[in-house]
């Protein structure tokens, strides 16, 4: 095949676009062109002719993050602050949707990925009723069809109506468990909220240590302020556990197929490796999980089959406790960072990394369909 003009929208430098443009390299692929996202949100889109763009991540960029973010936060603004996730989300779509429309109008351009895609997996409430629609097995959700939770008064009271007493309290458009709170009500109304959320002067900050509140007032200023970004709430999966800690999997799904797999262990229900996760033994998950493993990666492959549109996506499936059960907690448009990472042993990524993976999946791709636009 020719190889085609790559461009990446990115974020200028990072290893995300190292890794790929590595992996393109050593494919034979010529150089890609960097698109940041700095311009793409400054409304400066020009794709060049033919060429064929991957999205990558937005994150972890305090300049993308501010434009994003700054307008909400105001003079209050951090790289560490919590809130303005609505605000950010709206960034990101309109971002992608604009990309869409410039990538359209170019002659030959084509986009990998689908903006309305990116936007359901950016947040988890739409995630979670597509994954229900499609039986993929999630956590019992906190129905918010009648109208969307207002505050922590609000949430304790349907969470009583639903008889739910250990449940995960997610911003819908987090990430890196940004503002993600593992809530407990015990006997004589006691409290239990496990974040990494700092509460200072009655704003928001993510901090990297988790820590725990039972003060009742401290839990309804938190939730009352990630309230206004939109809520998940779910029931809270006791994790399987490897030496004590818990433990979940991101799995990585390649045009279809799971194609890696890690185990992220934590002494906190939160396994973030930013948070003291650290990468758990596979080997032992793969023994424990025995039979039911191959069950297990065919969940990750049906939800990522629920965004077709997909070239990659990351699948956080959480394993119940005693390895033979497995919900999905979330699917990260974004989830391939893993460097060193090697595809599973037999699957169709063995001995690539993710981002390999990813360049051999497009040359299959580009060798044998032709871009949409350009059908006669
Ligand atoms: N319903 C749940 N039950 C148990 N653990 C959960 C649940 N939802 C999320 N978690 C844990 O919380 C962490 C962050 O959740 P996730 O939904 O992946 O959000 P993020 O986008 O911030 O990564 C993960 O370590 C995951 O294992
Ligand atoms: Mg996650």
New binding site residues.
């Given amino acids: 095949m020719i190889p085609r003009h790559l461009t990446v929208v990115g974020i200028p430098g990072n290893r995300r676009l190292t890794l790929f443009a590595a992996a393109a390299r050593a494919a034979g692929l010529p150089e890609p062109t960097v698109l940041p996202w700095r311009d793409l949100l400054r409304g400066d889109v020009r794709p060049a002719p033919g060429t064929l763009v991957r999205v990558d991540s937005p994150g972890e960029d305090e300049e993308v993050d501010r434009l994003l973010r700054g307008p909400a936060l105001g003079v209050g603004y951090a790289p560490t602050r919590v809130e303005g996730t609505a605000a950010w989300y709206r960034g990101v779509t309109g971002a992608l949707d604009r990309l869409a429309a410039a990538v359209r109008a170019t002659p030959g351009a084509e986009l990998l990925g689908d903006p309305a895609e990116i936007a359901a997996m950016f947040d ?1 409430r739409a995630t979670h009723r597509i994954l229900t629609a499609a039986r993929v097995p999630v ?1 019992a959700a906190l129905d918010q069809s009648a109208g969307p939770l207002l505050g922590w008064a609000d949430l304790r009271e349907r969470l009583a109506a639903a008889g739910l007493r250990r449940v ?1 309290v ?1 911003p819908a458009h ?5 503002g ?1 709170l ?1 809530l407990e009500f015990g006997p004589h109304g006691r409290l239990q909220a496990t974040t990494s959320v700092e509460l200072t002067a009655g704003v928001l900050h993510n901090s990297l240590r988790v820590r725990r509140y039972r003060d009742e007032r401290e839990v309804a200023a938190i939730v009352d302020r990630l309230a206004p970004d939109g809520l998940q709430v ?4 006791p ?1 399987a556990a490897q030496h004590g800690r818990a433990a ?1 999997l991101r799995v990585v799904v390649v045009a279809g197929r799971a194609t890696h797999a890690v185990v ?1 262990t ?1 002494r906190s ?4 490796l930013h948070l003291g ?1 650290a990468r758990g033994d596979l080997g032992a998950a793969v023994a424990a999980a025995g039979p039911r493993w191959p069950e297990l990666l065919a969940v990750c492959e049906r939800a990522a089959a629920c965004f077709p549109h997909s070239p990659m996506v990351g699948v ?1 499936l ?1 394993p119940a406790t005693g390895w033979q059960r497995f ?1 999905v ?2 699917v ?1 448009a974004f989830g391939d960072l893993l460097p060193g990472l090697t595809g599973l042993p037999g699957g169709p990524a063995e001995g690539l990394d993710t981002h390999q993976a990813q360049v051999a999946a497009l040359l299959r791709r580009t060798t044998t369909t032709a871009p949409r636009n350009d059908a006669p």
């Fill in positions: 988890k956590p995960f997610k987090a990430s890196s468990a940004s993600v593992a779910e029931r809270w999966i994790k979940d992220r934590s229900p939160m396994t973030n996760g956080d959480l919900h907690g979330e990260n």
